[in-house]
């Protein structure tokens, strides 16, 4: 029950059938404080590989198989080794098993490309507390919109451009989130040359005019996020209208609420946007909060 945990794994083909012994022999616990990856890894020389970060609440890894669907569609954007979802969700699992069973938790899967000229890519698994993000549930964000530089229809025209992809090239989206702050602000809402809402540098956005709940429509420029699909299939379930549509940035300035979400922070409120008011709807937000900390898979 020790934290950090760290697993490094040794990816499988994906259809390497599982041998009966739960993948054992591919996974090896280290010392996170101790050398583990090789100077030559790309992961760290080009940011070359895909992530997932997911939460573990109270002992219950949320939406593992989600994650790894888009672990699999990262790595087929980026070309990698398709990865053995399988021994993926037996590496969460062994994790879970070795972590505190309560509070909030985060567990990073990253797939690398491995060391130049490698066999193999490289794979681990790092589990870690969640920051509390207790306080900015209740308090909510201010956020700026930020000029992503490329139109809505870039990733058709630029599929190498992987912005469909949970890369491990973070640099920009922490880039932004700087300038965010630079601005007075909290977080940042990335807008697309041609004027429409995109996502957060770690988040996906969903407003509601009414009754109606609304999230950019999945293009290959912006992630699918797991969180805000759980949420879309909560108000379904609740009786809500839901939509997947292209938002412009005057729809999101005229929004009666709106929240960005992600995995581990949950839904945040915004407050704030360029400056203006933006109305909150505090029981639904709180609501959020507690469906995003029941089980969910
Ligand atoms: N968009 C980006 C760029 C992200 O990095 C993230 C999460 O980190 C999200 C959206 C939200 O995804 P999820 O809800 O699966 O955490």
Redesign the pocket.
């Known amino acids: 029950m020790t934290l950090p945990f760290t697993l490094l794994i040794t990816p499988l083909a994906a259809d390497a059938p599982d041998d009966g012994s739960w993948f054992a022999g591919t996974f090896t616990e280290v010392d996170a404080s101790e050398p583990a990856l090789r100077v030559s890894e790309l992961s760290t020389q080009r940011g070359d590989g895909v992530f997932e ?1 997911l939460a573990v609440v109270n002992g219950h890894a949320q939406e593992v198989q989600p ?1 790894l669907a ?1 672990l699999a569609r990262s790595a087929e954007i980026c070309d990698l080794p398709a990865p053995n979802l399988a021994q993926w969700s037996a590496a969460v699992s062994t994790a879970v098993q070795a972590i505190p069973d309560h509070g909030e938790l985060a567990i990073k899967l990253v797939l690398s490309r491995g060391v130049e000229n490698g066999p193999s890519p490289t794979a681990w698994l790092h589990a870690s507390a969640a920051r509390d993000f207790g306080p900015v549930r209740q308090s909510g964000v201010r956020v700026v919109t930020l000029d992503r530089g490329y139109d809505r229809g870039v990733a058709e025209r630029a599929p190498w451009l992987l912005l469909g992809a ?1 890369t491990l090239s ?1 640099a920009v ?1 922490m880039a932004a989130l700087r300038e965010a702050h630079r601005r007075g602000a909290d977080d940042t809402i990335f807008v697309s040359s041609d004027g429409y809402v995109m ?6 956005v969903i407003i509601r005019h009414g009754d109606m709940f609304s999230t950019p429509a999945p293009s290959g420029a ?2 699918h ?4 699909t759980s949420l879309f299939e909560y108000l379904e379930r609740h009786g809500h209208a839901v939509s997947y549509r292209d938002i412009s940035v005057e729809e999101l300035r005229n929004a009666d609420a709106a929240w960005l ?4 922070r949950l839904a945040v409120a915004i407050t704030e946007l360029d400056g203006a008011q933006v109305p909150v709807d505090a029981p639904l937000t709180q609501l959020f909060t507690e469906y995003l900390l029941s089980p969910r898979d």
């Open positions: 970060t994650h888009r949970k973070y989206n996502e957060g540098p770690t988040s996906s912006i992630l996020g797991t969180t805000q979400v992600s995995s581990v």
